[in-house]
């Protein structure tokens, strides 16, 4: 009979599976080599090879991942597997360049098709049909059900399409995605009972660990494959986190097998090698959650600690301190384990310890192979900008005529080409006056680019210089030829083969060689299954977010995602930043249809498979598996498990996650807020300086008041701080959400004036990249376009605060991404535009500012400001409602007022009234906020209003303004604060206001 084991993590469960193979082989005489051994990852088969080889040697029973499993007897050959699976990656592509021609119909889904996450979410989808047997057929007969609302057909008969043309270019290319092999197995053993009976015949035992994630298509194989009597099961249904994708339903994994199976021989392990208090405490969180019983009574117990601190840095702080003293008593690096939600978080960790020097097991690839992709990177940017001018070869000869009508098109062009050949002279050439000769020469005729000034003038360079310029222009001239041909493995080769120091590093030649095993993955994809060439976009995302290495050097901290966790254990485990968003993560499911289309198309799914779950996720579904996912990382903890989180970040509060407040709550006595703070002298020196009764001030009769849109925004919000810094003129001290919010900024006015012709995220990243490593490297970033006071704010700047701002920059370039704000490319961008004007209706006051963007496209301008703070308490939309508020009725209308932010209709005046902006009186259509920030604050947003709105409230307009802002301030003999606790706490100037106190007079 089959035989199950079920029980808890660390229950031993990997240790009795072995134990069983031993007894197996003595009881039944068995050759080990007939035994198998099936994984349901392929981190957990390398875990259980290496024990497997470390007791049987080279007469081991053979392990598998499922995967390798299937792809054993479905091709044979792992040179044929190898070609005929498609990847995770590589299927996303697939469905990318899939969704790209069907979704253009649909203006929603044609911008959620850019997105690399939709793509992964609609894969996922497509897994959890094919796992439970639901084909387009069936999906085509679900849409066509009465019960459901027709304006919800043609959205869910698009991604049926979709999935469709998915099978069928799979089908066509004779290849299969991973859960396709699994069916294809399948159906080829119910046609080959010959095959079966040999598969049958090959193994005496088999033996499944990790069977919680099992999905029925999986289960359906095993049955075929294993006789019961020799099939042994291990599992613990806690650990499942896989469920959504296709694992099993509660009610089939463990209880129901014997349906199945036939009569069950079923063990329960007790004897737990896990710390009993942690197992307890992640047991109460999983059950909790999973519709259990629960009970508790938890002491204070010197294993477990839930830490509460102000900020990230004194929580990495805390964390490295603490390791770094267990491992004076002895302890090794590897006995740790820090564990983060996802695996875009790892390099922000890596750096942030660094500065701790505490070695961790992830690492970026070698600096030799960095360098490599950095400068492969600008070789293809330059190859894509030789091909829109027209350039059948990369020589002189061969960019004398550019094929452009438009001059400025060319013009931009040659800009961008300019900064990527000052970079290759300036990484060639020592002699730094040689770089601007060039340049002043190409700066005289704006008709010639910097690379033909080059060719031109080779002969002002020294002959050593010369040649190794003219080496590197004929390496490029062989690199384009095979770039037109879109041959990318033949010019990584070709760099690779060029960087003769590099060639004898080990770590280079094997980061180099799974590189090339990744374009040879997807140059196979593009030619035989989409049938096209491979576009620039998806060589550079690979090369960009080319992934990091472990480290051979077992000594080190083990710096892992929750998922890479089953079957790990270590001594001491911490689980930092468990912010609001982290556990239970916030959905990313895109709500393509309606929640009330979701669950009646679900329903009839289910009366076609019982197995299946819900097309979109619902959120108890999500938070039951994010639960278990938090169980699995809590108990791979043997001796101690610290769980914290910080509460402030870019000085805003941030609610710690639900699943940290539960256990700290029902376990209060192990619970502390360590304080870690430090006060720089800087602002010790400051709070010196301007802690103090501020001066009365009087607004001299017939004196100008000059107000920017910034003091506007102060005066309304809080006139005690306008006065402050608006007639004290006192200096604000740096804070970090200030100094993130000029950052970006410095990165948009860069983005918007030099790359329109590359307007991606992995440009956008680029930059930030360079102002980010500005410290170590500050003339690139001139060389770049930022500007010297960019580069002085950054080095004025700590390093972990860069950390974390480049990690939330990161992450609201995703963001972007995701919003659709890289799909519609300006024609032109003017930066920083500075005005000044007056109107006659607003006597003795002068407007002054700058607006961030100006764009150009399609003939029309819009106006945008862009943002990283708080949202706006009175969205632009409602600027219509500003009118019909009327006068100074009703009688709220003094509070609606002084909430409303004027800084888009002064923009609007500017347009009209200022004379550097003339240009655009009457141009501008709309004028805008654009939100840049990460998910956790709220996201990347828009915020616009329609000028013609504008234009017809702007009587009013000016008529409230002066009620509000000027006369007020004219007439001021007290500026009295308005206290509010967000707006407070993040105040420059809190610590000079007094609560009781309510204003000062002159």
Same mark, same amino acid.
């Given at each position: 009979?089959?035989?199950?084991?079920?029980?808890?993590?660390?229950?031993?469960?990997?240790?009795?599976?072995?134990?069983?193979?031993?007894?197996?082989?003595?009881?039944?005489?068995?050759?080990?080599?007939?035994?198998?051994?099936?994984?349901?990852?392929?981190?957990?088969?390398?875990?259980?090879?290496?024990?497997?080889?470390?007791?049987?040697?080279?007469?081991?029973?053979?392990?598998?991942?499922?995967?390798?499993?299937?792809?054993?007897?479905?091709?044979?050959?792992?040179?044929?597997?190898?070609?005929?699976?498609?990847?995770?990656?590589?299927?996303?592509?697939?469905?990318?360049?899939?969704?790209?021609?069907?979704?253009?119909?649909?203006?929603?889904?044609?911008?959620?098709?850019?997105?690399?996450?939709?793509?992964?979410?609609?894969?996922?989808?497509?897994?959890?049909?094919?796992?439970?047997?639901?084909?387009?057929?069936?999906?085509?007969?679900?849409?066509?059900?009465?019960?459901?609302?027709?304006?919800?057909?043609?959205?869910?008969?698009?991604?049926?399409?979709?999935?469709?043309?998915?099978?069928?270019?799979?089908?066509?290319?004779?290849?299969?995605?991973?859960?396709?092999?699994?069916?294809?197995?399948?159906?080829?053993?119910?046609?080959?009972?010959?095959?079966?009976?040999?598969?049958?015949?090959?193994?005496?035992?088999?033996?499944?660990?990790?069977?919680?994630?099992?999905?029925?298509?999986?289960?359906?194989?095993?049955?075929?494959?294993?006789?019961?009597?020799?099939?042994?099961?291990?599992?613990?249904?806690?650990?499942?986190?896989?469920?959504?994708?296709?694992?099993?339903?509660?009610?089939?994994?463990?209880?129901?097998?014997?349906?199945?199976?036939?009569?069950?021989?079923?063990?329960?392990?007790?004897?737990?090698?896990?710390?009993?208090?942690?197992?307890?405490?992640?047991?109460?969180?999983?059950?909790?959650?999973?519709?259990?019983?629960?009970?508790?009574?938890?002491?204070?117990?010197?294993?477990?600690?839930?830490?509460?601190?102000?900020?990230?840095?004194?929580?990495?702080?805390?964390?490295?301190?603490?390791?770094?003293?267990?491992?004076? !008593?002895?302890?090794?690096?590897?006995?740790?384990?820090? +564990? %983060?939600? $996802?695996?875009?978080?790892?390099?922000? /960790? #890596?750096? *942030?310890?660094?500065?701790?020097?505490?070695?961790?097991?992830?690492?970026?690839?070698?600096?030799?192979?960095?360098?490599?992709?950095?400068?492969?990177?600008?070789?293809?940017?330059?190859?894509?900008?030789?091909?829109?001018?027209?350039?059948?070869?990369?020589?002189?000869?061969?960019?004398?005529?550019?094929?452009?009508?438009?001059?400025?098109?060319?013009?931009?062009?040659?800009?961008?080409? !300019?900064?990527?050949?000052?970079?290759?002279?300036?990484? +060639? %050439?020592? $002699?730094?006056?040689?770089?601007?000769? /060039? #340049?002043? *020469?190409?700066?005289?005729?704006?008709?010639?680019?910097?690379?033909?000034?080059?060719?031109?003038?080779?002969?002002?360079?020294?002959?050593?210089?010369?040649?190794?310029?003219?080496?590197?222009?004929?390496?490029?001239?062989?690199?384009?030829?095979?770039?037109?041909?879109?041959?990318?493995?033949?010019?990584?080769?070709?760099?690779?083969?060029?960087?003769?120091?590099?060639?004898?590093?080990?770590?280079?030649?094997?980061?180099?060689?799974?590189?090339?095993?990744?374009? $040879?993955?997807?140059?196979?994809?593009?030619?035989?299954?989409?049938?096209?060439?491979?576009?620039?976009?998806?060589?550079?995302?690979?090369?960009?977010?080319?992934?990091?290495?472990?480290?051979?050097?077992?000594?080190?901290?083990?710096?892992?995602?929750?998922?890479?966790?089953?079957?790990?254990?270590?001594?001491?485990?911490?689980?930092?930043?468990?912010?609001?968003?982290?556990?239970?993560?916030?959905?990313?499911?895109?709500?393509?249809?309606?929640?009330?289309?979701?669950?009646?198309?679900?329903?009839?799914?289910?009366?076609?498979?019982?197995?299946?779950?819900?097309?979109?996720?619902?959120?108890?579904?999500?938070?039951?598996?994010?639960?278990?996912?938090?169980?699995?990382?809590?108990?791979?903890?043997?001796?101690?498990?610290?769980?914290?989180?910080?509460?402030?970040?870019?000085?805003?509060?941030?609610?710690?996650?639900?699943?940290?407040?539960?256990?700290?709550?029902?376990?209060?006595?192990?619970?502390?807020?360590?304080?870690?703070?430090?006060?720089?002298q800087n602002d010790e020196k400051f709070e010196k300086k301007v802690c103090q009764k501020p001066q009365n001030i009087v607004l001299p009769?017939?004196?100008?008041?000059?107000?920017?849109?910034?003091?506007?925004?102060?005066?309304?919000?809080?006139?005690?701080?306008?006065?402050?810094?608006?007639?004290?003129?006192?200096?604000?001290?740096?804070s970090f959400s200030a100094d993130y919010g000029s950052i970006v900024h410095m990165i948009m006015e860069v983005f918007n004036k030099k790359?329109?012709?590359?307007?991606?995220?992995?440009?956008?990243?680029?930059?930030?990249?360079?102002?980010?490593?500005?410290?170590?490297?500050?003339?690139?970033?001139?060389?770049?376009?930022?500007?010297?006071?960019?580069?002085?704010?950054?080095?004025?700047?700590?390093?972990?605060?860069?950390?974390?701002?480049?990690?939330?920059?990161?992450?609201?370039?995703?963001?972007?991404?995701?919003?659709?704000?890289?799909?519609?490319?300006?024609?032109?961008?003017?930066?920083?535009?500075?005005?000044?004007?007056?109107?006659?209706?607003?006597?003795?006051?002068?407007?002054?500012?700058?607006?961030?963007?100006?764009?150009?496209?399609?003939?029309?301008?819009?106006?945008?400001?862009?943002?990283?703070?708080?949202?706006?308490?009175?969205?632009?939309?409602?600027?219509?409602?500003?009118?019909?508020?009327?006068?100074?009725?009703?009688?709220?209308?003094?509070?609606?007022?002084?909430?409303?932010?004027?800084?888009?209709?002064?923009?609007?005046?500017?347009?009209?009234?200022?004379?550097?902006?003339?240009?655009?009186?009457?141009?501008?259509?709309?004028?805008?906020?654009?939100?840049?920030?990460?998910?956790?604050?709220?996201?990347?947003?828009?915020?616009?209003?329609?000028?013609?709105?504008?234009?017809?409230?702007?009587?009013?307009?000016?008529?409230?303004?002066?009620?509000?802002?000027?006369?007020?301030?004219?007439?001021?003999?007290?500026?009295?604060?308005?206290?509010?606790?967000?707006?407070?706490?993040?105040?420059?100037?809190?610590?000079?206001?007094?609560?009781?106190?309510?204003?000062?007079?002159?």
């Amino acid at each position: 009979m089959a035989k199950l084991t079920t029980g808890l993590a660390g229950c031993g469960k990997t240790a009795k599976l072995l134990s069983d193979i031993g007894a197996f082989i003595e009881q039944y005489g068995a050759n080990p080599k007939r035994i198998c051994v099936i994984a349901m990852s392929e981190s957990q088969r390398k875990e259980l090879f290496i024990k497997v080889q470390k007791k049987w040697g080279e007469n081991s029973p053979k392990v598998f991942s499922f995967e390798s499993f299937v792809a054993e007897f479905l091709f044979g050959e792992e040179k044929t597997a190898n070609k005929k699976i498609v990847s995770r990656f590589l299927a996303t592509e697939l469905i990318s360049a899939i969704s790209k021609s069907e979704f253009l119909a649909d203006s929603s889904l044609k911008n959620l098709c850019k997105s690399k996450s939709f793509s992964r979410e609609l894969y996922n989808l497509f897994a959890l049909f094919q796992n439970n047997f639901i084909t387009p057929e069936i999906i085509d007969n679900a849409i066509e059900n009465p019960a459901l609302d027709s304006c919800e057909n043609p959205k869910l008969r698009l991604i049926n399409i979709v999935f469709k043309k998915y099978l069928q270019a799979l089908t066509d290319a004779k290849k299969f995605d991973i859960t396709g092999m699994v069916g294809a197995l399948i159906s080829k053993l119910k046609n080959e009972q010959d095959l079966l009976d040999s598969i049958k015949a090959k193994f005496d035992g088999v033996f499944v660990d990790g069977f919680e994630d099992i999905t029925y298509l999986q289960f359906v194989l095993l049955t075929m494959v294993a006789e019961p009597c020799s099939l042994r099961i291990y599992g613990d249904s806690f650990s499942r986190i896989q469920e959504f994708k296709g694992a099993w339903c509660d009610s089939l994994i463990f209880e129901s097998l014997s349906n199945h199976l036939g009569e069950l021989e079923t063990t329960q392990l007790k004897n737990s090698k896990r710390n009993e208090d942690i197992l307890q405490r992640a047991l109460y969180l999983v059950q909790k959650y999973n519709s259990q019983e629960v009970s508790f009574d938890f002491q204070k117990n010197d294993s477990i600690k839930y830490l509460k601190f102000d900020d990230i840095k004194s929580e990495i702080d805390y964390i490295a301190d603490d390791i770094l003293s267990q491992k004076q !008593s002895g302890r090794s690096f590897s006995d740790f384990a820090i +564990l %983060i939600r $996802d695996y875009e978080a790892r390099q922000k /960790f #890596i750096d *942030l310890f660094a500065a701790h020097n505490i070695p961790l097991s992830s690492q970026l690839v070698c600096d030799e192979f960095r360098n490599f992709l950095h400068r492969t990177i600008r070789y293809l940017n330059i190859f894509e900008i030789s091909e829109k001018l027209g350039a059948e070869e990369f020589t002189k000869e061969g960019f004398s005529n550019p094929k452009l009508k438009s001059k400025a098109q060319r013009e931009i062009l040659f800009e961008d080409m !300019s900064l990527y050949v000052g970079n290759i002279i300036s990484d +060639l %050439i020592e $002699d730094p006056y040689t770089k601007d000769r /060039f #340049i002043s *020469l190409q700066e005289a005729s704006s008709e010639v680019s910097l690379l033909n000034i080059i060719w031109q003038n080779l002969s002002i360079l020294s002959d050593f210089d010369r040649a190794k310029l003219q080496s590197e222009f004929d390496l490029l001239a062989r690199l384009y030829f095979y770039f037109q041909q879109r041959d990318y493995g033949v010019i990584f080769d070709l760099i690779a083969d060029s960087c003769e120091s590099w060639v004898n590093n080990d770590d280079f030649q094997k980061s180099h060689k799974a590189l090339k095993a990744q374009i $040879d993955s997807i140059s196979l994809l593009y030619s035989d299954v989409i049938k096209s060439q491979i576009p620039l976009a998806t060589i550079l995302d690979l090369l960009l977010l080319y992934p990091e290495q472990n480290s051979d050097d077992k000594d080190r901290v083990n710096l892992l995602t929750f998922f890479q966790t089953p079957g790990c254990e270590f001594e001491y485990v911490y689980i930092p930043c468990l912010g609001e968003g982290d556990f239970p993560k916030k959905s990313k499911s895109t709500y393509f249809i309606s929640p009330q289309a979701n669950i009646t198309v679900s329903e009839i799914l289910k009366a076609e498979s019982k197995n299946f779950r819900n097309l979109i996720e619902l959120d108890e579904d999500a938070i039951k598996e994010e639960s278990r996912l938090f169980y699995l990382g809590m108990t791979r903890a043997k001796t101690r498990l610290v769980i914290s989180a910080h509460v402030f970040e870019d000085k805003k509060q941030i609610q710690p996650s639900v699943f940290f407040e539960l256990l700290r709550s029902i376990d209060p006595d192990n619970y502390s807020e360590p304080k870690i703070q430090e006060q720089s002298q800087n602002d010790e020196k400051f709070e010196k300086k301007v802690c103090q009764k501020p001066q009365n001030i009087v607004l001299p009769e017939n004196t100008p008041l000059r107000l920017s849109v910034s003091a506007v925004s102060n005066f309304l919000k809080c006139p005690k701080k306008y006065y402050y810094k608006n007639l004290l003129a006192l200096r604000e001290k740096r804070s970090f959400s200030a100094d993130y919010g000029s950052i970006v900024h410095m990165i948009m006015e860069v983005f918007n004036k030099k790359y329109l012709n590359s307007y991606t995220k992995e440009t956008i990243l680029m930059l930030s990249d360079i102002i980010f490593d500005a410290k170590n490297n500050p003339d690139k970033a001139l060389s770049y376009g930022f500007k010297a006071r960019d580069i002085e704010l950054i080095e004025l700047s700590d390093d972990l605060k860069l950390l974390e701002m480049k990690g939330n920059f990161e992450e609201a370039a995703a963001e972007l991404e995701d919003s659709g704000f890289f799909l519609s490319v300006p024609d032109k961008v003017l930066t920083e535009q500075s005005f000044e004007f007056t109107i006659p209706s607003l006597e003795g006051v002068v407007f002054d500012g700058r607006i961030d963007a100006i764009i150009e496209k399609d003939g029309e301008y819009s106006l945008w400001d862009y943002k990283t703070g708080k949202s706006k308490e009175i969205p632009l939309c409602n600027m219509a409602a500003f009118e019909a508020k009327g006068g100074k009725e009703p009688q709220d209308m003094e509070e609606y007022l002084q909430k409303y932010d004027y800084q888009i209709p002064i923009y609007y005046f500017a347009c009209k009234n200022a004379k550097t902006l003339a240009d655009l009186n009457g141009k501008v259509k709309e004028l805008g906020l654009q939100y840049i920030r990460p998910i956790i604050k709220d996201g990347c947003q828009t915020d616009t209003v329609d000028a013609q709105t504008i234009a017809q409230i702007e009587s009013k307009l000016f008529e409230n303004l002066d009620a509000t802002v000027v006369q007020k301030i004219k007439s001021a003999k007290a500026f009295a604060p308005n206290y509010d606790d967000w707006s407070c706490a993040n105040c420059a100037y809190a610590f000079l206001c007094d609560k009781d106190e309510e204003a000062y007079d002159d």
